[in-house]
């Protein structure tokens, strides 16, 4: 099923530390590839409560904790807790996808502004991964091949040169907590579009709404 992995940087370095797994997402079968290649971390899967009743869901939830959400009025403040709750008392890794949110929720859900809040809030590294199974011509052909590429370990910090502009943005030296919604939204952006730019889908629904700034 995997063809081949590719590392940013030393795999060691993703043992055991807990982190929030930022995926892109095909199909079903990713959440099953996420479970295997981090198996040693303790993972929580963000899910649809609703998703469809397949094997595979039951074998990912048999393993993994998994923290579903819906569309009640206060969900998003829920989800957020839960989160933090797995990182702060059980020391789990978060998965999350928001290709996969988008195709079975119709909405991100976990939006930039929250995900650049939690990484900061719970103090864990963001690790972008992303799997790609090939044209659909050859999976049809019986080629279905998962290659897979995980990059570096992202700390929301003044000292990253990919957000020192925010952090620094106002004169004199910023405080996490000083942050405004659209910094925090900035960053998060930031790294959603990492995900996006590696997985070559400049034309997807979610660069389209970042783009016209729904998110």
Not at 66 to 95: C, H, Q, T, W
Not at 132 to 156: A, L, P, T, V, Y
Request: charged share 35%; hydrophobic share 40%.
């Amino acid at each position: 099923m995997i063809s081949h992995v590719e590392y940013e940087t030393a795999e060691q370095d993703f043992e055991y530390m807990p982190m929030i797994i930022l995926s892109s997402f095909e199909k079903l079968d990713d959440f099953l590839i996420l479970s295997y290649l981090f198996q040693k971390q303790t993972l929580a899967f963000v899910a649809l409560r609703d998703l469809p009743n397949e094997r595979l869901i039951k074998l990912v939830s048999a393993v993994n904790y998994m923290i579903y959400f819906d569309n009640k009025p206060r969900g998003r403040y829920e989800i957020f807790r839960k989160i933090f709750l797995a990182f702060r008392d059980y020391n789990r890794s978060i998965v999350f996808s928001p290709d996969a949110a988008k195709k079975y929720a119709n909405e991100i859900v976990i939006e930039p502004a929250i995900l650049a809040r939690l990484a900061i809030k719970a103090n864990v590294p963001i690790v972008p991964v992303v799997l790609n199974w090939g044209r659909r011509e050859q999976r049809e052909k019986g080629k279905d091949k998962c290659s897979i590429w995980i990059g570096k370990k992202i700390f929301i910090t003044p000292r990253s040169e990919e957000f020192r502009d925010i952090f620094y943005k106002r004169r004199g030296v910023r405080k996490y907590e000083n942050l405004s919604e659209e910094e925090f939204r900035e960053i998060g952006q930031r790294i959603f579009k990492k995900v996006e730019k590696r997985n070559q889908k400049d034309g997807s629904d979610i660069s389209k709404e970042m783009a016209a700034g729904h998110i």
